[in-house]
């Protein structure tokens, strides 16, 4: 398996699935509940996945949709929509609030979703 195929093994581990959705679905659900309209087919062929690690002040400029951490450790990678000037935080909430509330000087593990043209959809 290549780089990227390893990469998008890590994404669908990281995701939480909903009924019998694939990982695929689960992402693209999430992401468009989060854009609100169905706009965006992320998968292998239309997106780039990069891993990297960020600062708890680069966290904090995350679009989130909500503050509600976890009351356990959940160390999973979070998966971020790079959109240029938006990074949206689409799986991971629960995650970043606690590692915000915490404010632990720490890299974390960020598994960041490049869209490619193909990735949008008329």
Same mark, same amino acid.
């Given at each position: 398996?290549?780089?990227?195929?390893?990469?998008?093994?890590?994404?669908?581990?990281?995701?939480?699935?909903?009924? +019998?959705? $694939?990982?695929?679905e689960? !992402?693209? #659900?999430?992401?468009? *509940? =989060? %854009?609100?309209?169905?706009?965006?087919?992320?998968? +292998?062929? $239309?997106?780039?996945?990069? !891993?990297? #690690?960020?600062?708890? *002040? =680069? %966290?904090?400029?995350?679009?989130?949709?909500?503050?509600?951490p976890?009351d356990?450790?959940?160390?999973?990678?979070?998966?971020?929509?790079? %959109?240029?000037?938006?990074?949206?935080?689409?799986?991971?909430?629960?995650?970043?609030?606690?590692?915000?509330?915490?404010?632990?000087?720490? %890299?974390?593990?960020?598994?960041?979703?490049?869209?490619?043209?193909?990735?949008?959809r008329?």
């Open positions: 398996m290549d780089e990227q195929g390893q990469l998008w093994a890590l994404v669908y581990k990281t995701l939480r699935l909903k009924g +019998s959705e $694939t990982p695929n689960c !992402l693209n #659900r999430l992401t468009n *509940e =989060r %854009l609100n309209v169905p706009r965006l087919r992320l998968d +292998s062929k $239309t997106t780039v996945v990069s !891993l990297e #690690r960020w600062s708890i *002040e =680069r %966290l904090r400029s995350l679009e989130t949709k909500h503050q509600t976890y356990f450790d959940d160390e999973r990678p979070i998966v971020v929509i790079d %959109l240029g000037e938006r990074k949206l935080l689409v799986d991971g909430n629960h995650r970043v609030a606690r590692w915000l509330m915490e404010g632990e000087s720490k %890299l974390y593990e960020v598994l960041l979703l490049h869209p490619g043209k193909n990735a949008h008329s």
